[in-house]
C-alpha cells in the first residue's frame, strides 16, 4: 500500500493513552487524538485492511481478533513459517533434500527441472535463497551418466559458474 503502512507492520502500533485523575493509563479519546496520532492509526488500518482482504476464510480466522497490522502478520507468520526452531530443522531437511536430488533414468529434464525448481522456492520462502552457480552445478551433478557428453561439452564451451538457470 505505502511505505508507512508497512512500517506499521514492522514497528507496530497502539492506541494513543492518557493518564487519568487516579495516575492510570487508559485509551485517550478518538476525537482528541492529534493529527499524528491519526495519521498513524490510518497506517495501521490500511495494512491490516490489506491483510484481511488477502486472507481465505479459514487464514482470517486465525487473525480475525487482531487489532494491529503486526499482530496480524506476526500470528500469520508463525503459522505458515513455524518458530526459528522449526526453520532452521526445515531449512536442514531441505538442504538435506536438495543435496539427495537425482534425476531418475525415466524421467523428462522438464519433470526434473520442476522437480528442483519447487525445492528452490520452499527454500526460498524461508528467506534463505539457494545461490544460482550452486543451483547450476548441483543440476549438471545430478544428471544420468547418459547427459555426460552434454555436460563435458558445456563445460567446456561456458563457464558454469557464470551461467544461470533459465526458466
Not at 507492520?9 to 502500533?13: D, F, I, K, P
Not at 496480524?72 to 505458515?80: P, R
Not at 527454500?123 to 545461490?131: C, G, K, M, S
Given at each position: 500500500m505505502d511505505e508507512h503502512a508497512w512500517q506499521s507492520?514492522?514497528?507496530?502500533?497502539s492506541a494513543p493513552k492518557v493518564m487519568d485523575k487516579e495516575g492510570e493509563y487508559i485509551l485517550k479519546p478518538k476525537t482528541t487524538w492529534t493529527t499524528e496520532e491519526t495519521h498513524i492509526s490510518c497506517f495501521n488500518a490500511k495494512a491490516i485492511n490489506a491483510i484481511f482482504s488477502s486472507m481465505d476464510m479459514r487464514m482470517f480466522s486465525l487473525i480475525a481478533d487482531c487489532v494491529t497490522a503486526k499482530d496480524?502478520?506476526?500470528?500469520?507468520?508463525?503459522?505458515?513459517e513455524g518458530s526459528e526452531s522449526v526453520k532452521r530443522t526445515r531449512m536442514r531437511l531441505l538442504n538435506s533434500k536438495f543435496e539427495n536430488i537425482r534425476m531418475s533414468e525415466d524421467e523428462t529434464i522438464s519433470e526434473y527441472d520442476q522437480k528442483i525448481r519447487e525445492l528452490v522456492t520452499e527454500?526460498?520462502?524461508?528467506?534463505?535463497?539457494?545461490?544460482n552457480e550452486r543451483l547450476v552445478n548441483k543440476?549438471?551433478?545430478s544428471l544420468p551418466e547418459r547427459f555426460?557428453?552434454?555436460?563435458?561439452a558445456l563445460e567446456?564451451?561456458?563457464?558454469?559458474?557464470?551461467?544461470k538457470l533459465q526458466n
Open positions: 507492520v514492522l514497528t507496530g502500533w496480524a502478520w506476526d500470528t500469520l507468520q508463525e503459522h505458515c527454500v526460498y520462502n524461508l528467506r534463505e535463497p539457494i545461490a543440476l549438471l551433478r555426460n557428453g552434454k555436460i563435458w567446456e564451451i561456458k563457464d558454469t559458474s557464470k551461467m
